[in-house]
């Protein structure tokens, strides 16, 4: 995690006006200048989200809670990502990028399951989102996300 003083020069440079508080204008141009869109609905259920005082902005305390959070989520996040990717590698064979009938129905046998070819094309077609035969990484994240 960031210091606070981190968090503090962050805040002031995106204080435009100075007055100690973050508006949802300010929250907006905040997220622009690092290429997200911030709809006016998102800033204000941010805002509402971590408001103690409940004068619609965000003071200091207020921001370094946000940011805090945010980076929980984001760490979340990766680490979910990555048990995602290490579950998919389980189901690749060495030397390919995706999951085949062949190898689900290896996986599948290494986990007690008797399921012939067949039945391990069926299980992919139901997911196989671009009809190529094989899952992919994004459409495994289908099935488990």
């Not at 290429?35 to 004068?55: K, P, R, T």
């Not at 990766?78 to 048990?83: G, P, Q, T």
């Not at 990028?97 to 290494?110: G, N, Y």
């Amino acid at each position: 995690m960031m210091n606070c003083n981190a968090y503090e020069r962050i805040f002031k440079r995106l204080d435009e006006d100075g007055d100690g508080k973050l508006s949802l204008s300010e929250l907006r141009r905040c997220m622009e200048t690092i290429g997200e869109e911030l709809l006016i609905e998102e800033a204000q259920e941010l805002v509402e989200s971590m408001d103690s005082d409940g004068d619609r902005l965000l003071g200091l305390e207020e921001f370094v809670g946000w940011m805090e959070r945010e980076i929980k989520l984001r760490d979340h996040e990766e680490r979910k990502m990555e048990e995602l990717r290490e579950a998919f590698r389980m189901y690749v064979m060495e030397g390919s990028e995706c999951i085949t009938p062949k190898s689900l129905k290896r996986m599948l046998s290494r986990l007690g399951e008797s399921t012939s070819f067949e039945d391990c094309c069926v299980m992919i077609g139901e997911f196989d989102v671009n009809g190529d035969g094989v899952l992919s990484l994004d459409e495994f994240k289908l099935i488990m996300l």
